[in-house]
Each structure stands twice: as structure tokens, then as C-alpha cells.
């Protein structure tokens, strides 16, 4: 059931960031501060960096179910759930919480 972040979920505009942000207050409290440093400069580059910062956030806040899926996979892990958890590794070997390797096949 995992979701993945729809990097089309959101335009790459500041005013689109702004709008996918209010998800996460702060969230959008940080990329205010990052945009008004880069404007207050009036530098360019940097508001295009700013946008490159956080485009990926926005997406993440805008795709359905995405951040309620990791909101309750932190809350299960902060409240020690983490008997159905699998962990994968870089190769893509799977790990219970405890770091024990397990067989769980390989699944597209």
C-alpha cells in the first residue's frame, strides 16, 4: 500500500508550493524564510534554488494520501509497532525492525 510522491501533483510555482504547503505549517513556515532571503536579495538563482528546495515537499503534501501514510507509519514507530514493518536496504534486501534479515520475495 505504499504510496509514492506524484511529482505531478503540484505546479512549480511559488504560489502552487505555497498553496501544497499548508498541509505542513511548518513546512511553509521554512519556505517562506528561505523565498523572502532569496528575494530580499533580489537574487534570482537563489529563488530558483528556493523552488528546487521545496518543489519536492509540495508534491509530497499534494499527493493523496501520501503524507497521511507516513504521518501513521511515524506514529507506529514512535509508539514501537513495527512488528508488520519491512525495511529495505539499498540492494533491496528486506529487514524486520530489529535488523533481521527476512525473506519476503522480490515483488515488482
Not at 511529482?7 to 499548508?22: D, G, H, Y
Not at 530558483?48 to 497521511?68: H, S
Request: hydrophobic share 40%.
Amino acid at each position: 500500500m505504499a504510496h509514492e510522491v506524484d511529482p505531478n501533483s503540484c505546479e512549480r510555482t511559488p504560489e502552487a508550493i505555497r498553496a501544497a504547503l499548508q498541509r505542513r505549517p511548518d513546512w511553509l513556515q521554512a519556505f517562506e524564510q528561505d523565498w523572502l532571503s532569496a528575494a530580499a536579495d533580489f537574487d534570482h538563482s537563489a529563488l530558483d534554488d528556493v523552488i528546487d528546495k521545496w518543489f519536492p515537499f509540495a508534491c509530497a503534501c499534494a499527493t493523496p494520501g501520501y503524507l497521511d501514510e507516513v504521518e501513521q507509519t511515524v506514529k507506529a514507530m514512535a509508539e514501537g509497532d513495527t512488528e508488520s514493518m519491512i525495511f529495505r536496504d539499498a540492494d533491496g534486501s528486506a529487514y524486520d525492525a530489529d535488523n533481521q534479515p527476512i525473506d519476503v520475495g522480490r515483488s515488482g
